[in-house]
């Protein structure tokens, strides 16, 4: 069984920045996708960030230019740097990926429990 852990979330004013990481644990062959996600209070869970095996990476229109997701597949862990960060970026955060766990190709979608973010203005 696959599990994911967030960490670093925390509270920051207007224009700071926070790092957000998530590490995966359990047996995984390779990874499919990472993403980050983020649930505002009375507001559906939208995508952040996301990047694929081959790298592909894709930005909410909000937070281009000021957030970066990246990974370290050594470490089975991604991260989630955010910049110049604003008031309307006050969520939870969410990890989410998908791991190929065997040499049959199963793979494992599923989510972190997430993190709370908060940016006073």
């Known amino acids: 069984q696959v599990q994911l852990v967030e960490s670093g979330g925390g509270s920051v004013e207007s224009g700071g920045s926070l790092r957000l990481s998530c590490a995966a644990s359990?047996?995984?062959?390779?990874?499919?996708?990472m993403a980050w996600y983020r649930q505002a209070p009375g507001k559906q869970r939208e995508l952040v960030a996301e990047i694929t095996a081959r790298n592909n990476i894709n930005y909410a229109h909000s937070v281009t230019g000021r957030f970066t997701i990246s990974r370290d597949n050594a470490k089975n862990t991604f991260y989630l740097q955010m910049n110049k960060l604003k008031p309307e970026d006050t969520a939870v955060y969410y990890c989410n990926a998908e791991f190929v766990i065997d040499s049959d190709a199963t793979t494992w979608h599923g989510w972190g429990r997430g993190t709370q973010v908060t940016v006073s203005s």
């Open positions: 359990g047996s995984i062959v390779s990874t499919n996708l």
